[in-house]
């Protein structure tokens, strides 16, 4: 490859960068500012409150039953009564755990389906990845609600660190899904990198 093949190369590379920087930015506004959007139109006293769309598309207060009833269920298997409401998990003689729009884990799954659909993979593994990556924050914010309560049911001491054990589940999360997207993204990498001397030799004429 001559100096002019490695200017072009690298001028092309630039703007894949800027294209993904871009993308990724506007793909994160969109999708967190429009999920905070539809918070305010499906919360009564909202800005945006809309009584119709609360009543019949309300997917906020889906994804909290999603995740508080299995809570719940794994919280009762290790011996504790537990209740719960619309937001609420109660276990008693333990901690009363209140499930607000920013435990739901819509900041990470935005960031998450930004990045995915903003990276230049084939639409397979890019569905792939959102698939896997969704249900694993899913997973893993369950497991948080229900560590909470178990900690905090045995050890009560601890109540009183409630915002200290919150960010520590937090991080773990980030580290998880930020472990999974550099499998991710050395994979597409590595297999794009074996389709170009194919796609080279069929631009000459051969083919592999």
């Not at 793909?27 to 009584?51: E, T």
């Not at 054990?165 to 899904?177: A, D, L, P």
Request: include cysteine; charged fraction near 15%; glycine fraction near 6%.
């Amino acid at each position: 490859m001559n100096e002019a093949e490695i200017k072009a190369a690298k001028k092309q590379a630039d703007k894949k960068a800027i294209k993904f920087i871009i993308s990724l930015f506007i793909l994160y506004i969109l999708f967190s500012q429009g999920n905070l959007f539809m918070n305010s139109v499906m919360s009564p006293g909202g800005r945006f409150y809309n009584a119709t769309i609360a009543d019949n598309f309300d997917y906020i207060q889906g994804l909290k039953n999603a995740l508080i009833i299995p809570a719940v269920w794994i919280i009762k298997l290790f011996g504790f009564y537990a209740i719960h409401n619309d937001m609420d998990v109660m276990v008693v003689n333990g901690p009363l755990l209140r499930i607000n729009y920013s435990c739901l884990g819509l900041g990470v799954m935005s960031f998450l389906a930004a990045f995915v659909l903003s990276f230049p993979a084939s639409w397979k593994e890019t569905f792939k990845m959102l698939i896997i990556g969704i249900i694993t924050i899913y997973i893993l914010n369950i497991l948080r609600i229900a560590g909470l309560g178990l900690l905090f049911g045995y050890f009560q001491s601890q109540r009183n660190y409630f915002e200290y054990h919150h960010e520590i589940f937090n991080v773990i999360v980030y580290i998880i899904i930020f472990v999974i997207l550099f499998f991710w993204i050395r994979k597409n990498t590595r297999i794009k990198k074996l389709q170009e001397p194919t796609i080279d030799k069929k631009a000459n004429g051969t083919f592999s």
